[in-house]
T-cell receptor
């Protein structure tokens, strides 16, 4: 089984809808991250969490919210989706130090019409 | 804010040849980490190699090696004996000198020609 799973893998939705992307990990890591990838822009950090009680905004948090339900689960929500949130979304986890490898999930392709 | 620049949107290489992907970064910190990630068509992000800035020795991982020039803030990736499976997007990334967050470049698409 994969160490980091994301659901759904693909989603098409309409403007104004609420969307939740879920991430689960079996690595036992404390640190979890949400990134967004757009063509030609690389990956940009949306939110990150160093433990269950620690949530931090990243570079592009506007329009997004997160929930760390447990050490192994970190969800990303779009309260009212808009077309420019169409992107590939990645969840990642790492150990106690950044030098530890960040393990990425398979990504969620989100399309907002 | 720290930036990471990959000046080559696309590169190509013949199978079995060597290719170098460029990356420059901007930081005021003296200690930081640098990474190269590979994203094949499957879109999975895979760590290729990492370098700790305080280490002068360039990191190597099998056919992958880096040329780390701290004064020039340059961190290039060399792929030797290129294989068809090396075809992918390659992203350079850096932390912000202790912020525990990664900043990624925009990526270089590598094509390997048979």
């Amino acid at each position: 089984d994969a160490d980091v799973t994301q659901t759904p893998r693909n989603r098409i939705t309409k403007t104004g809808k609420r969307i939740m992307l879920e991430c689960s990990q079996t690595k036992g890591h404390d640190r979890m991250y949400w990134y967004r990838q757009d063509p030609g822009l690389g990956l940009r950090l949306i939110y990150y969490s160093f433990d269950v009680k620690d949530i931090n905004k990243g570079e592009i948090s506007d329009g997004y919210s997160v929930s760390r339900q447990a050490q192994a689960k970190f969800s990303l929500s779009l309260e009212s989706a808009i077309p420019n949130q169409t992107a590939l979304y990645f969840c990642a986890t790492s150990g106690s130090s950044l030098i530890d490898t960040q393990y990425f999930g398979p990504g969620t392709r989100l399309t907002v019409l | 804010a720290q930036t990471v620049t990959q000046s080559q949107p696309e590169m190509s290489v013949q199978e079995a040849e060597t290719v170098t992907l460029s990356c420059t970064y901007d930081t005021s910190e003296s200690d930081y980490y640098l990474f190269w990630y590979k994203q094949p068509p499957s879109r999975q992000m895979i760590l290729v190699i990492r370098q700790e800035a305080y280490k002068q020795q360039n990191a190597t991982e099998n056919r992958f090696s880096v040329n780390f020039q701290k004064a020039a803030k340059s961190f290039s990736l060399k792929i030797s004996d290129s294989q068809l499976g090396d075809a992918a997007m390659y992203f350079c990334a850096s932390d912000q000198g202790g912020s525990e967050k990664l900043v990624f470049g925009k990526g270089t698409k590598l094509t390997v020609n048979p």
